[in-house]
């Protein structure tokens, strides 16, 4: 590459020749990508030469730039233990604003698919190349809906790493602790990967008395030396989870060029025990005179097995990826029945008093998912190559459920959901093409798709998007999205459960009070259909490297929801009377919070914020840095240049050039992530004729309303093997109307603000701990404090009363956690 740059620069100052294309395959990601559209954009002067580069290997082509690139350097300054780690502190950019989909974003792993997370949750963060955070419309491309970011990981060829971890935490004000330890065993070379993970997780319980919850009244025995009730109600279930991870990649043919085929397979086992208190015999007029017997436990017992797979291979210019998830999980829960008193309840003194067998239910859940997706470049058109994925699938799942208090016996469910889509990617105007040059890049994106459901028939999805790239650092999106959506089979059959003295809030009478919640599975919940609108913004910042602005309004509109049973005011009391129970004198007694199907849900809302980075310190002369952990290099390039050096330039968003990862100049580096969102209208519709709550006003669906302004942010510092890390949200107040009624009390619900720090030291990089003994190399000490100031939302009254429902430690029961990670790689 060298000798050819340099015959070239000769040829332009001998013969003055026009201007010179000298392509260079660099490595330069979307730094890289950003400088060749820039390039483009520009008329070319005598004598000059444009050096051309491409995207890394493995990279993400997609006509919409990515939200965030970071080099290893930069994922080094995280201090993540894990993959799940990183998401979580990347939560501001790697979150979607448009109100769909859950859980972690789209992953891709080297741009292709993989068959389930699992692939890549205990892959250490040292092996990471590159990570690509993508707009939600990219995940068409690789067939999925458009209701997530994507995430792309692309992963070094050669990398080695022992990992052992140990993290103990308690919350400053004490009562539980957890405990977590890990072993990991990863290898990566060329197209093969060896990944094998054990980890044990322990959580002692929480009790309500060791908060001094305050009691609702008339629920505390009044015989003393009778036990105390909030003895025997956790906040914190006692629990225990181990499991097993393993994943095997090979590469096929001769240096893999015919592909790839990856196994993967889990088990997990959870158990917990929570505590419903005790036994309570009650006076003809409801108050609770004795408390008697054992405390009321719920213990569940789950087993999950998964297994998945993922074959890819190129088909000429096309690439085929075929997948296969699969999991059985069986659940076991045991509910203690309350003490049934045989005789008259005594005053004073020993109740004679019978305990019935506890109740059992049980869970199986199966469910197989198959997809095959094929991506390619079917057509040459005048602005450049026509993308195309074509996809089709089947899933099948299965769920079946038995209570002892279920007089109808087992309950069976099934559901069965072939699936067909494509989608396509037409390039309209292009500078590079010059076709239509003055408008810039515009892109046309088409998809549509067909599910048959065994159980609910056939369901359509299409949408259609527009990316317009006016210059090679500011870019507009566009999309409408049609989706229609099947409630899931455990919202439809779960088996039902009824969990005792459950604190609710009741807005009617303006108390709170023990209640029996009865949960579990509706079968009469509908079909959804939601249309999405989304117009977006991105702005590469011209005033300072490393940056970027994004703005993204939605609008969401959606008939027949399948929502969670929402806060019981008297507006949704009023529309599912069904749903509650009362005494004679009006008490509340009972509540179904089954699932259930809302008339329309409409809402839209703005999404703004920016991410900057740049370099901290000066460079270290001759320094190549140091690296996180003990993760070694197996034939790779030398430090400093070839597959894992910084990209050519070294500037740009997300770019290399500084950093304390090989390669790097021994700059440490700071970012700052910030996001804002602002909601305009969300109103929903309960039942067809029925209330319209609006969510902003004061209407609730959930706990504490829905508060218009929000914000999210991340950001830190790594110099040295020392880094800092912060991130945090703040939500504006809300409040929320009661009925009026006599009794009835409107609540306020205060702004929350929590910050949670990270605070580490890369020992390795601490040459006077490594001089003294050689343990230190490759291991990391970490400091995580949840929730620094300990901030809890303040639920009032009208007259500044909290609510026994919602004081601070029935809401958030931990408040201020501290936790302590031992690290290390061998």
């Keep these: 590459m060298r000798v050819s740059l340099i015959a070239l620069l000769l040829a332009g100052t001998l013969f003055s020749s026009p201007p010179v294309r000298a392509e260079v395959r660099a ?54 233990a894990s993959i799940t780690d990183l998401l979580d502190a990347l939560a501001p950019q790697t979150g979607s604003g448009r109100g769909r989909g859950g859980g972690h974003p789209v992953v891709l792993l080297n741009g292709q698919r993989i068959s389930g997370f699992r692939e890549m949750r205990n892959i250490p963060p040292e092996a990471i190349r590159r990570m690509e955070i993508l707009p939600e419309e990219v995940a068409l491309r690789y067939g999925y809906p458009a209701d997530q970011r994507v995430i792309n990981f692309i992963l070094k060829d ?4 022992t990992t052992v971890e140990a993290e103990y935490g308690r919350p400053t004000r004490g009562g539980t602790d957890t405990a977590k330890l890990e072993g990991s065993l990863f290898r990566t070379a060329g197209q093969s990967r060896l990944n094998l993970t054990v980890t044990a997780d322990d959580t002692t319980p929480l009790f309500e008395s060791e908060r001094a919850v305050r009691q609702a009244p008339g629920s505390v025995p009044t015989v003393a030396g009778d036990p105390d009730p909030a003895s025997a109600r956790t906040l914190i ?36 025990t929570s505590f419903s208190g005790l036994s309570l015999a009650t006076d003809p007029a409801g108050t609770v005179v004795r408390a008697l017997g054992d405390p009321l436990l719920r213990r569940t017992r789950t087993d999950t097995a998964e297994a998945g797979a993922t074959w890819a291979r190129p088909l000429g210019t096309w690439q085929l990826t075929a997948t296969l998830d699969a999991s059985h999980a069986i659940t076991n829960t045991a509910i203690d029945q309350r003490a049934v008193v045989t005789g008259t309840l005594a005053a004073s003194g020993p109740v004679s008093f019978t305990t019935p067998a506890p109740d059992l239910a049980r869970g199986v859940s199966d469910s197989a998912t198959s997809l095959v997706t094929v991506v390619g470049r079917p057509l040459s058109l005048p602005a450049g190559d026509m993308a195309a994925t074509l996809k089709a699938g089947f899933a099948w799942t299965g769920i079946a459920s038995t209570d002892t208090r279920n007089a109808g016996g087992e309950t069976r469910l099934r559901r069965g959901d072939a699936s067909v889509g494509v989608n396509l990617g037409l390039p309209l105007a292009s500078r590079r093409n010059g076709v239509l040059p003055g408008i810039g890049d515009l892109t046309l994106n088409l998809s549509a798709g067909l599910d048959h459901l065994s159980d609910l028939g056939t369901l359509t999805d299409w949408s259609a998007g527009l990316t317009w790239g006016l210059t090679g650092q500011l870019s507009l999106q566009a999309s409408y999205i049609v989706n229609q959506v099947a409630p899931g089979l455990s919202d439809l059959g779960n088996p039902l459960v009824q969990t005792f003295n459950v604190p609710v809030y009741d807005f009617t009478r303006g108390e709170t009070a023990l209640v029996t919640v009865t949960s579990g599975g509706n079968p009469a919940l509908a079909r959804e259909t939601d249309r999405d609108v989304k117009l977006g913004l991105t702005w590469q910042l011209p005033f300072l490297a490393r ?64 991410n900057l980075a740049g370099p901290l310190g000066k460079p270290k002369p001759g320094s190549g840095g140091g690296r996180f952990g003990g993760g070694r290099g197996m034939g790779g390039p030398p430090p400093g240049g070839g597959m894992d050096g910084p990209p050519p330039g070294g500037g ?10 090989r390669g790097g100049n021994g700059q440490g580096r700071w970012n700052l992530s910030l996001y804002h969102t602002v909601q305009f209208v969300n109103r929903v519709t309960v039942i067809q004729g029925g209330p319209v709550l609006d969510l902003l006003s004061g209407d609730a669906l959930t706990g504490g309303g829905l508060a218009r302004h929000s914000l999210e942010f991340e950001g830190g510092a790594f110099y040295r093997g020392i880094g800092v890390r912060l991130n945090g949200t703040w939500t504006a107040p809300t409040h929320v109307h009661g009925s009026g009624a006599p009794g009835s009390a409107d609540l306020r619900f205060g702004a929350l603000a929590k910050v949670s720090m990270r605070v580490f ?33 303040r639920v009032t009254d009208q007259f500044g009363a909290v609510p026994i429902s919602y004081q601070p430690d029935l809401v958030d029961p931990q408040g201020r956690v501290v936790r302590v990670e031992f690290r290390k790689q061998f």
Aim: net charge negative; glycine share 12%.
């Design 27 to 80: 490595e330069g990601g979307a730094d890289a990508a950003d400088a060749q559209r820039r390039d483009d954009s520009a008329e070319p002067q005598a004598g000059e030469i444009v050096v051309i580069a491409t995207r890394i290997k493995g990279a993400v082509e997609a006509p919409q730039k990515p939200v965030q690139v970071l080099t290893e350097e930069d994922i080094a300054s995280y201090g993540a």
């Design 158 to 161: 050669n990398f080695a790493a």
């Design 237 to 272: 279930a006692d629990s225990r989870d181990i499991g097993v991870n393993a994943t095997w990649t090979k590469g096929l043919g001769e240096n893999g060029l015919a592909g790839t085929i990856t196994l993967n397979g889990a088990y997990t086992r959870a158990d917990s």
């Design 547 to 610: 940056s970027n602005l994004l703005v993204e309004y939605f609008r969401n509109n959606s008939d027949n929801v399948t929502a969670a049973f929402p806060l019981l005011t008297p507006a949704i009391e009023a529309a599912f009377p069904a749903r509650v129970t009362r005494d004679a004198s009006g008490r509340l007694v009972a509540v179904d919070r089954r699932p259930l199907t809302l008339a329309n849900e409409t809402g839209s809302r703005l999404r703004w914020g920016f």
């Design 652 to 661: 740009g968003f997300g770019g290399g050039g500084f950093g304390s990862g």
């Design 761 to 793: 030291a890369d020992l390795g990089q601490q040459r006077a701990l490594t001089n003294a003994s050689p343990v230190f190399k490759g291991a990391r000490l970490s400091l995580k404090v949840d929730n620094v100031f300990d901030a809890r939302q």
